[in-house]
């Protein structure tokens, strides 16, 4: 089943602008290190849907994405007895951890359109509407391939992550305006490719 | 009156996308109050609105029971062989990111160095030493 991104009350949690100190996972840090795997479950159960999306969307494929976040989990596990609380939030690490190792394979893939792979997500339309949905969503896959990586990853964190300006600036290693420059940049980008694909998609279909 | 000016209105939607639960969180009232007072602002939202759309329909398959599972199962970590420290140190300080401004570096470097060198031993007062050095034998030794 797919991940209904439409309902962003479901799926889109929005996090206070910063706060180091208001870290949820602070306390849950606290006790993996202390050897608790209940509170791994609980860290697993808090962030494992959004970084899988992120790096499924990233890297096209769902096999890559997993061995992506197992991998970033591992990390997490022995990130915890040394966490302090710092400038960034432990979501915003984990993001950049995940970035990190997509980035890593789709670098050794040496692919420039990775998101053309990806298989199409499930729904339950009829088969006319199904068609005209996976047309639509590989439109806009084809679409964000195109844009330049940096762009691409702000416009992920941002609109499908969830994350505050502030933290996808910090997943990103940038100032916040520079966030800013590059998801407007990146929408400017995708609509002018979006308005293009669809003048030739009606062309085709006429 | 809203103490947003519109030109930072468009700059949200351009960057953010029409959910305000997108914007900033302490520039969200006063977006709201403009978007209020403005039909201009409303329209801008609108075309916003229609990119977010197009956006949401990027649907990807959520993560697997079994990932999940084998997750839990990879804690606790098992100690990491020397392999994998390296590796991790490697990526922790930027992995392959910090391939290109080293080679650059180390260009820079090999172009710069020899003239620099070269440069400073130009710039040695050959003649000062040398008379120095001699100065420093010809009184070595000898008692006043």
């Given at each position: 089943?797919?991940?209904?991104?439409?309902?962003?009350?479901?799926?889109?949690?929005?996090?206070?602008?910063?706060?180091?100190?208001?870290?949820?996972?602070?306390?849950?840090?606290?006790?993996?290190?202390?050897?608790?795997?209940?509170?791994?479950?609980?860290?697993?159960?808090?962030?494992?849907?959004?970084?899988?999306?992120?790096?499924?969307?990233?890297?096209?494929?769902?096999?890559?994405?997993?061995?992506?976040?197992?991998?970033?989990?591992?990390?997490?596990?022995?990130?915890?007895p040394d966490w302090k609380p710092g400038a960034a939030r432990f979501s915003s690490w984990l993001?950049?951890?995940?970035?990190?190792?997509c980035r890593d394979r789709l670098r050794s893939r040496r692919e420039s359109v990775p998101l053309?792979?990806?298989?199409?997500?499930?729904?339950?339309?009829?088969?006319?509407?199904?068609?005209?949905?996976?047309?639509?969503?590989?439109?806009?896959?084809?679409?964000?391939?195109?844009?330049?990586?940096?762009?691409?990853e702000a416009l992920l964190l941002c609109h499908f992550q969830g994350l505050t300006n502030i933290?996808?600036?910090?997943?990103?290693?940038?100032?916040?305006?520079?966030?800013?420059?590059?998801?407007?940049?990146?929408?400017?980008?995708?609509?002018?490719?979006?308005?293009?694909?669809?003048?030739?998609?009606?062309?085709?279909?006429? | 009156?809203?103490?947003?000016?519109?030109?930072?209105?468009?700059?949200?939607?351009?960057?953010?996308?029409?959910?305000?639960?997108?914007?900033?969180?302490?520039?969200?009232?006063?977006?709201?109050?403009?978007?209020?007072?403005?039909?201009?602002?409303?329209?801008?939202?609108?075309?916003?609105?229609?990119?977010?759309?197009?956006?949401?329909?990027?649907?990807?398959?959520?993560?697997?029971?079994?990932?999940?599972?084998?997750?839990?199962?990879?804690?606790?970590?098992?100690?990491?062989?020397?392999?994998?420290?390296?590796?991790?140190?490697?990526?922790?300080?930027?992995?392959?990111?910090?391939?290109?401004?080293?080679?650059?570096?180390?260009?820079?470097?090999?172009?710069?160095?020899?003239?620099?060198?070269?440069?400073?031993?130009?710039?040695?007062?050959?003649?000062?030493?040398?008379?120095?050095?001699?100065?420093?034998?010809?009184?070595?030794?000898?008692?006043?």
């Amino acid at each position: 089943m797919a991940a209904n991104v439409h309902d962003l009350s479901a799926h889109w949690m929005p996090v206070a602008d910063s706060a180091p100190d208001a870290d949820p996972d602070l306390p849950v840090l606290k006790r993996i290190a202390s050897g608790d795997s209940a509170a791994c479950s609980l860290l697993v159960d808090r962030h494992l849907p959004r970084l899988h999306a992120l790096a499924t969307r990233m890297l096209a494929s769902a096999a890559d994405a997993d061995e992506v976040c197992q991998d970033a989990f591992v990390r997490a596990w022995r990130q915890a007895p040394d966490w302090k609380p710092g400038a960034a939030r432990f979501s915003s690490w984990l993001h950049q951890v995940v970035l990190n190792l997509c980035r890593d394979r789709l670098r050794s893939r040496r692919e420039s359109v990775p998101l053309e792979q990806l298989p199409e997500g499930a729904h339950e339309d009829t088969p006319e509407q199904a068609q005209g949905h996976v047309d639509r969503m590989r439109m806009i896959r084809r679409a964000l391939s195109q844009l330049p990586p940096r762009q691409r990853e702000a416009l992920l964190l941002c609109h499908f992550q969830g994350l505050t300006n502030i933290e996808a600036a910090a997943a990103l290693e940038l100032s916040v305006d520079a966030l800013e420059s590059l998801l407007a940049r990146a929408r400017r980008g995708l609509r002018g490719i979006l308005q293009a694909d669809t003048a030739e998609y009606s062309g085709v279909q006429q | 009156m809203s103490s947003m000016k519109p030109a930072r209105l468009i700059e949200l939607l351009d960057a953010y996308g029409a959910n305000p639960l997108r914007w900033p969180k302490a520039e969200r009232a006063a977006a709201s109050q403009l978007l209020a007072s403005s039909a201009e602002a409303r329209a801008l939202r609108e075309q916003a609105a229609l990119l977010d759309a197009s956006l949401d329909q990027f649907e990807v398959a959520p993560a697997s029971a079994l990932l999940r599972a084998r997750i839990l199962r990879s804690y606790p970590p098992t100690p990491i062989g020397w392999r994998v420290w390296l590796a991790e140190l490697w990526q922790e300080l930027g992995g392959w990111r910090l391939v290109t401004p080293a080679f650059a570096a180390s260009l820079f470097l090999g172009a710069m160095l020899p003239n620099l060198l070269e440069q400073a031993s130009t710039d040695l007062p050959d003649e000062d030493l040398i008379a120095a050095v001699q100065w420093v034998d010809d009184d070595f030794g000898v008692q006043p």
